[in-house]
């Protein structure tokens, strides 16, 4: 499905995500930069194709986060560029979309 809006929410910390099929999800800008997907923060190539526990997702926020800038490279993903300057991370549009599922199958079932 395609990725149709994002809108970055500062003061409530979240990052809204928007598909075609009426998907939307609100992921915690904390829970987005530690999981940036760069080698860097990955911890290395070896751990580059290890998925993301969208866990994390749920987790409380340990900083408050800012974003600067957000764009699209091509249609299957998103530079994220954080207050820090960090901006090495493509996040794709695929595991957005995971993340997005998940919020809103938890958000569901509450």
């Known amino acids: 499905m ?3 809006a994002l809108t970055v929410e500062q003061e409530a910390q ?3 995500v928007a598909y075609a099929d009426g998907l939307t999800a609100a992921l915690p800008l904390d829970s987005l930069r530690r999981a940036c997907p760069c080698v860097m923060c990955r911890g290395g190539h070896e751990l580059m194709g290890v998925p993301i526990d969208p866990e994390i997702f ?3 926020p340990a900083k408050t986060r800012r974003i600067r800038g957000i ?3 091509g249609t299957y993903a998103i530079q994220i560029t954080w207050e820090d300057g960090h901006n090495t991370g493509l996040y794709r549009v695929d595991n957005l979309r995971v ?3 998940f919020l809103s199958a938890r958000s569901s079932t509450r």
């Open 2 to 4: 395609s990725l149709t």
């Open 71 to 73: 764009a699209p490279m």
């Open 14 to 16: 979240t990052l809204t």
């Open 58 to 60: 749920l987790e409380a």
């Open 99 to 101: 993340w997005a599922e």
